[in-house]
């Protein structure tokens, strides 16, 4: 099992969720991360060539992080909106969800109720936490 700070494991998360993917060396715990092509961001090779490289070479050394695809991102939401007390609030965070371009009118949504909006981003870190523990094999359900 690889050994990581909890610094180390939240910069991962930071990095997945601005869209990167990250490789996390099985031995060192060195940590290699480039724009993941799979949520549509693509590398510039002249920048990020030498990290996907490093990680091309011995991929058997590396284990994989990457961020939530957008139906585990839906569902985070959900879950999210389950953990509030004031149901009116829950209703329109609810019915954002079941309008067209979901995430954004989540996210309006939430400035209209700021209180909450903390309280959204602690829920998504602490997910996010342990999205990339689990893919590290540190976390179990």
């Not at 949520?39 to 590396?62: Q, T």
Request: aromatic fraction near 12%.
């Amino acid at each position: 099992m690889i050994k990581l700070t909890d610094d180390q494991i939240k910069h991962i998360a930071d990095e997945v969720e601005i869209g990167m993917i990250c490789f996390v060396h099985n031995e060192t715990g060195e940590v290699v991360s480039f724009p993941d092509e799979m949520r549509g961001n693509e590398p510039d090779e002249e920048f990020w060539g030498e990290y996907i490289e490093k990680v091309e070479k011995e991929p058997e050394n590396y284990t994989e992080v990457s961020g939530m695809d957008s139906r585990d991102g839906f569902s985070l939401m959900e879950d999210f909106i389950d953990t509030i007390e004031d149901e009116k609030v829950a209703e329109k965070l609810t019915d954002s969800l079941d309008r067209p371009k979901p995430f954004f009118r989540f996210k309006l949504e939430l400035d209209e109720h700021g209180e909450y909006k903390q309280k959204w981003y602690d829920y998504k870190d602490m997910r996010t936490i342990e999205s990339v523990k689990r893919q590290l094999g540190m976390f179990k359900d």
